[in-house]
Protein backbone atom coordinates (compact mmCIF):
# COMPACT_ATOMS: atom_id res chain seq x y z
CA UNK A 1 0.00 0.00 0.00
CA UNK A 2 3.40 2.53 1.03
CA UNK A 3 4.50 1.77 -2.26
CA UNK A 4 1.58 2.47 -4.40
CA UNK A 5 0.93 5.52 -2.76
CA UNK A 6 4.24 6.93 -2.83
CA UNK A 7 4.30 6.14 -6.83
CA UNK A 8 0.85 7.90 -7.47
CA UNK A 9 2.28 10.88 -5.08
CA UNK A 10 5.58 11.45 -6.63
CA UNK A 11 4.50 10.34 -9.96
CA UNK A 12 6.75 7.45 -11.25
CA UNK A 13 7.83 4.49 -9.49
CA UNK A 14 9.09 4.40 -5.96
CA UNK A 15 12.03 1.64 -5.34
CA UNK A 16 13.07 1.30 -1.64
CA UNK A 17 16.80 2.79 -0.55
CA UNK A 18 19.72 1.09 -1.42
CA UNK A 19 23.24 1.54 0.41
CA UNK A 20 23.70 4.06 3.27
CA UNK A 21 24.14 7.64 4.08
CA UNK A 22 20.52 8.86 4.76
CA UNK A 23 20.19 10.14 8.11
CA UNK A 24 17.69 12.44 9.93
CA UNK A 25 19.34 15.63 11.32
CA UNK A 26 18.40 18.87 13.11
CA UNK A 27 19.27 21.89 11.24
CA UNK A 28 22.75 22.61 12.63
CA UNK A 29 23.90 18.93 10.76
CA UNK A 30 23.71 16.91 14.17
CA UNK A 31 22.90 13.23 13.30
CA UNK A 32 19.94 12.03 15.20
CA UNK A 33 18.70 9.00 13.88
CA UNK A 34 19.74 6.84 11.04
CA UNK A 35 16.84 4.73 9.84
CA UNK A 36 17.39 1.09 8.65
CA UNK A 37 18.67 0.19 5.41
CA UNK A 38 19.25 -2.22 2.85
CA UNK A 39 16.29 -3.40 0.54
CA UNK A 40 15.52 -6.66 2.25
CA UNK A 41 15.60 -5.42 5.21
CA UNK A 42 13.20 -2.61 4.77
CA UNK A 43 10.84 -4.37 3.14
CA UNK A 44 10.58 -6.76 6.05
CA UNK A 45 9.93 -3.92 7.82
CA UNK A 46 6.63 -2.27 5.92
CA UNK A 47 5.70 -5.80 6.01
CA UNK A 48 5.67 -5.78 9.65
CA UNK A 49 4.15 -2.37 9.23
CA UNK A 50 1.63 -3.10 7.18
CA UNK A 51 0.28 -6.37 9.37
CA UNK A 52 -0.13 -3.48 12.64
CA UNK A 53 -2.09 -0.88 10.34
CA UNK A 54 -4.39 -3.17 9.33
CA UNK A 55 -4.79 -4.70 13.06
CA UNK A 56 -8.42 -4.28 13.47
CA UNK A 57 -8.45 -5.16 17.60
CA UNK A 58 -6.19 -1.59 18.14
CA UNK A 59 -8.31 1.81 18.54
CA UNK A 60 -7.76 3.49 14.58
CA UNK A 61 -6.51 6.23 16.54
CA UNK A 62 -3.79 5.34 18.23
CA UNK A 63 -3.06 2.96 15.40
CA UNK A 64 -2.75 5.64 12.93
CA UNK A 65 -0.06 7.14 15.67
CA UNK A 66 1.78 4.74 16.38
CA UNK A 67 1.85 3.30 12.95
CA UNK A 68 3.10 6.50 11.20
CA UNK A 69 5.77 7.25 13.95
CA UNK A 70 6.84 3.71 12.41
CA UNK A 71 6.50 4.65 8.84
CA UNK A 72 8.25 7.89 9.55
CA UNK A 73 11.18 5.32 11.31
CA UNK A 74 11.36 2.83 8.49
CA UNK A 75 11.68 5.58 6.11
CA UNK A 76 11.96 3.71 3.47
CA UNK A 77 12.31 6.12 0.50
CA UNK A 78 15.07 8.55 -0.99
CA UNK A 79 12.15 11.27 -0.93
CA UNK A 80 8.48 11.72 -0.18
CA UNK A 81 8.33 9.64 3.12
CA UNK A 82 6.61 12.54 5.08
CA UNK A 83 4.06 13.47 2.00
CA UNK A 84 3.11 9.39 1.99
CA UNK A 85 3.04 8.88 5.51
CA UNK A 86 0.80 11.79 5.76
CA UNK A 87 -1.40 10.53 3.19
CA UNK A 88 -1.45 7.03 4.44
CA UNK A 89 -3.06 8.58 7.64
CA UNK A 90 -6.10 9.63 5.52
CA UNK A 91 -6.48 6.24 4.11
CA UNK A 92 -6.01 4.82 7.45
CA UNK A 93 -8.86 6.55 8.88
CA UNK A 94 -11.35 5.65 5.70
CA UNK A 95 -10.83 2.02 5.94
CA UNK A 96 -11.37 2.46 9.83
CA UNK A 97 -14.81 4.01 9.06
CA UNK A 98 -13.95 7.64 11.36
CA UNK A 99 -14.56 9.31 8.16
CA UNK A 100 -15.75 8.68 4.55
CA UNK A 101 -13.22 11.13 2.45
CA UNK A 102 -10.21 12.30 3.05
CA UNK A 103 -11.64 15.72 4.46
CA UNK A 104 -9.37 15.81 7.66
CA UNK A 105 -6.86 18.87 7.59
CA UNK A 106 -4.19 16.49 9.68
CA UNK A 107 -0.93 17.15 7.44
CA UNK A 108 -1.87 21.02 7.88
CA UNK A 109 -1.81 20.64 11.70
CA UNK A 110 1.59 18.87 11.36
CA UNK A 111 3.21 21.29 9.42
CA UNK A 112 1.79 24.30 11.29
CA UNK A 113 3.67 22.70 14.17
CA UNK A 114 6.17 21.18 12.34
CA UNK A 115 8.83 21.82 15.75
CA UNK A 116 6.80 19.88 17.96
CA UNK A 117 6.17 17.67 15.29
CA UNK A 118 10.01 16.32 14.73
CA UNK A 119 11.03 16.57 18.33
CA UNK A 120 8.28 14.42 19.20
CA UNK A 121 9.06 11.36 16.70
CA UNK A 122 12.63 11.57 17.65
CA UNK A 123 11.99 11.73 21.36
CA UNK A 124 10.26 8.57 20.91
CA UNK A 125 13.19 6.72 19.04
CA UNK A 126 15.65 8.71 21.79
CA UNK A 127 13.85 8.04 25.34
CA UNK A 128 10.83 5.77 24.22
CA UNK A 129 8.43 8.58 24.85
CA UNK A 130 5.22 7.03 22.89
CA UNK A 131 2.63 9.56 25.47
CA UNK A 132 4.04 12.80 24.27
CA UNK A 133 3.82 11.91 20.84
CA UNK A 134 0.11 9.85 21.22
CA UNK A 135 -0.67 13.38 22.87
CA UNK A 136 0.66 15.64 20.10
CA UNK A 137 -0.59 12.97 16.71
CA UNK A 138 -4.54 13.22 19.07
CA UNK A 139 -4.43 16.84 19.54
CA UNK A 140 -3.74 17.46 15.87
CA UNK A 141 -6.58 15.46 14.59
CA UNK A 142 -8.95 17.18 17.71
CA UNK A 143 -7.89 20.42 15.71
CA UNK A 144 -7.61 19.13 12.11
CA UNK A 145 -11.10 17.95 12.61
CA UNK A 146 -12.70 21.30 14.11
CA UNK A 147 -10.39 23.41 10.92
CA UNK A 148 -12.17 20.52 8.04
CA UNK A 149 -15.40 21.51 10.00
CA UNK A 150 -15.33 24.97 9.83
CA UNK A 151 -14.53 24.96 6.23
CA UNK A 152 -17.22 22.78 5.41
CA UNK A 153 -19.45 25.13 7.14
CA UNK A 154 -17.63 27.68 4.74
CA UNK A 155 -18.08 25.92 1.40
CA UNK A 156 -22.15 24.95 2.45
CA UNK A 157 -22.46 28.82 2.37
CA UNK A 158 -20.85 29.59 -0.17
CA UNK A 159 -22.45 26.79 -2.59
CA UNK A 160 -25.86 28.61 -1.52
CA UNK A 161 -24.38 31.70 -2.25
CA UNK A 162 -23.52 30.37 -6.04
CA UNK A 163 -26.67 28.60 -7.09
CA UNK A 164 -28.62 32.18 -5.51
CA UNK A 165 -26.42 34.01 -8.22
CA UNK A 166 -27.04 31.80 -10.82
CA UNK A 167 -30.81 31.76 -10.53
CA UNK A 168 -30.35 35.77 -10.62
CA UNK A 169 -28.32 35.57 -13.77
CA UNK A 170 -29.34 32.91 -15.08
CA UNK A 171 -32.93 32.80 -14.87
CA UNK A 172 -33.99 30.71 -17.85
CA UNK A 173 -32.62 28.02 -15.62
CA UNK A 174 -29.15 25.94 -16.62
CA UNK A 175 -28.43 22.14 -16.12
CA UNK A 176 -28.84 21.16 -12.01
CA UNK A 177 -25.36 19.94 -12.45
CA UNK A 178 -23.74 23.24 -13.08
CA UNK A 179 -23.85 24.39 -9.35
CA UNK A 180 -21.90 20.92 -8.44
CA UNK A 181 -18.83 21.26 -11.35
CA UNK A 182 -18.64 24.60 -9.55
CA UNK A 183 -17.58 22.85 -6.43
CA UNK A 184 -15.62 20.12 -7.49
CA UNK A 185 -12.26 22.50 -7.61
CA UNK A 186 -11.72 26.16 -6.95
CA UNK A 187 -11.34 26.85 -10.69
CA UNK A 188 -13.47 25.50 -13.44
CA UNK A 189 -12.56 25.64 -17.35
CA UNK A 190 -15.34 25.54 -20.37
CA UNK A 191 -14.67 22.25 -21.09
CA UNK A 192 -15.72 20.80 -17.54
CA UNK A 193 -19.03 22.25 -17.89
CA UNK A 194 -19.51 20.33 -22.01
CA UNK A 195 -18.72 17.27 -19.56
CA UNK A 196 -20.22 17.43 -16.74
CA UNK A 197 -24.01 19.34 -18.77
CA UNK A 198 -24.06 17.77 -21.82
CA UNK A 199 -24.12 21.84 -22.49
CA UNK A 200 -22.82 22.76 -25.85
CA UNK A 201 -19.24 24.81 -25.60
CA UNK A 202 -21.00 28.29 -26.29
CA UNK A 203 -24.07 27.23 -23.93
CA UNK A 204 -21.01 26.73 -21.69
CA UNK A 205 -19.35 29.65 -22.16
CA UNK A 206 -21.80 31.95 -22.15
CA UNK A 207 -23.15 30.56 -18.43
CA UNK A 208 -19.72 31.16 -17.47
CA UNK A 209 -18.90 34.40 -18.54
CA UNK A 210 -22.06 36.16 -17.50
CA UNK A 211 -21.17 34.77 -14.21
CA UNK A 212 -17.83 36.09 -14.26
CA UNK A 213 -19.02 39.68 -15.60
CA UNK A 214 -21.53 39.11 -12.15
CA UNK A 215 -18.68 38.94 -10.05
CA UNK A 216 -19.12 35.36 -8.93
CA UNK A 217 -16.56 34.25 -11.01
CA UNK A 218 -12.85 35.67 -12.31
CA UNK A 219 -11.21 34.44 -15.23
CA UNK A 220 -8.25 33.66 -15.73
CA UNK A 221 -6.54 33.26 -19.08
CA UNK A 222 -3.87 30.00 -18.76
CA UNK A 223 -2.76 29.31 -22.55
CA UNK A 224 -5.40 28.25 -24.88
CA UNK A 225 -7.99 27.41 -21.94
CA UNK A 226 -9.65 29.60 -19.71
CA UNK A 227 -9.96 29.52 -16.32
CA UNK A 228 -12.65 30.47 -14.11
CA UNK A 229 -12.16 30.89 -10.85
CA UNK A 230 -14.95 30.55 -8.07
CA UNK A 231 -14.20 33.05 -5.76
CA UNK A 232 -17.00 32.49 -2.69
CA UNK A 233 -15.59 28.54 -2.84
CA UNK A 234 -11.54 29.61 -2.92
CA UNK A 235 -12.40 31.92 -0.17
CA UNK A 236 -13.80 29.37 2.26
CA UNK A 237 -11.15 27.63 1.36
CA UNK A 238 -8.05 29.77 2.14
CA UNK A 239 -9.71 32.68 4.53
CA UNK A 240 -8.77 32.13 8.26
Known amino acids: MATLVADELMGHSMQFRRGGGVY ?25 WATYVHDASVDPLTRMALSHYQFEAIHPFHDGNGRTGRIL ?6 ESGLIEQPVLYLSGMINHRRRDY ?13 EPWLEFMLLAVRDGSHWSLERAVRVRAA ?12 PNGVSTKF ?5 RNAYVTIR ?16 LHRLSDSGLMTELPSGR ?12 LVED
Open 24 to 48: IGRPDGTRVYTPPEGHERIASLLDE
Open 89 to 94: NQLLLI
Open 118 to 130: YERLLAVTAEDAW
Open 159 to 170: FTTAAEEIDRVL
Open 179 to 183: VDVLF
Open 192 to 207: DVVEACGVTRQTASNW
Open 225 to 236: TKAFVNRPFLAA
